[in-house]
T-cell receptor
Framework: DAGVIQSPRHEVTEMGQEVTLRCKPISGHNSLFWYRQTMMRGLELLIYFNNNVPIDDSGMPEDRFSAKMPNASFSTLKIQPSEPRDSAVYFC????????????FGPGTRLTVL | QQQVKQSPQSLIVQKGGISIINCAYENTAFDYFPWYQQFPGKGPALLIAIRPDVSEKKEGRFTISFNKSAKQFSLHIMDSQPGDSATYFCAANSASKIIFGSGTRLSIRP
């Protein structure tokens, strides 16, 4: 099993540009989570999908952020327009909803917005 | 009520010593308490987890102690090794949501 796959691993962009982060969950998992990690705020849940449907997006910081899950094997997190304060490591995680939500994290995407 | 409070923020332990990290929660609806371990440049990975119907769970050198009445749980690492140096996150699950603690950066001195 390849685990959760995220791309790109590193992204450097300029303020105002659109950024798209990608995630392939573990096959068979039906829950997918997007997190943001910074030194100041720790690990924050941005949005959670179950069976491809967004369940809780209360952690999405503002309208510049959007996430989609068109099928069970792919999800995107888009930031448009990006700002320097969006610089962080973004993690995708997946789990099989068995009531105890053991989550498997991807390696993360380190985003730098100049 | 959704917070999970973790302490200490950082911890230095001598090789062979016991590392102890504490967490407290407020929401009694939480029904699963995992600990995640994160190495630099990597995503967090599940280390050990406990359900509220038991007071202790041990896996090798790692033990979770759980006090349901006090709404507290802790991670004990016995015979701590330099390879245990990492950031540790406690977490609590409610329904299908997971709330993470703020993390503890553990350093094991050789």
């Amino acid at each position: 099993d390849a685990g959760v796959i995220q791309s790109p691993r590193h992204e450097v962009t300029e303020m105002g540009q659109e950024v798209t982060l990608r995630c392939k969950p573990i096959s068979g998992h039906n829950s997918l989570f997007w997190y943001r990690q910074t030194m100041m705020r720790g690990l924050e849940l941005l949005i959670y999908f179950n069976n491809n449907v967004p369940i809780d997006d209360s952690g999405m910081p503002e309208d510049r952020f959007s996430a989609k899950m068109p099928n069970a094997s792919f999800s995107t997190l888009k930031i448009q327009p990006s700002e320097p304060r969006d610089s962080a490591v973004y993690f995708c995680a997946s789990s099989f909803s068995n009531g105890y939500n053991e989550q498997f994290f991807g390696p993360g995407t380190r985003l730098t917005v100049l | 009520q959704q917070q999970v409070k973790q302490s200490p923020q950082s911890l230095i332990v001598q090789k062979g010593g016991i590392s102890i990290i504490n967490c407290a929660y407020e929401n009694t609806a939480f029904d699963y308490f995992p600990w995640y371990q994160q190495f630099p440049g990597k995503g967090p990975a599940l280390l050990i987890a406990i359900r509220p119907d038991v007071s202790e769970k041990k896996e090798g050198r790692f033990t979770i102690s759980f006090n349901k009445s006090a709404k507290q749980f802790s991670l004990h690492i016995m015979d701590s090794q330099p390879g245990d140096s990492a950031t540790y996150f406690c977490a609590a699950n409610s329904a299908s949501k997971i709330i993470f603690g703020s993390g503890t950066r553990l350093s094991i001195r050789p």
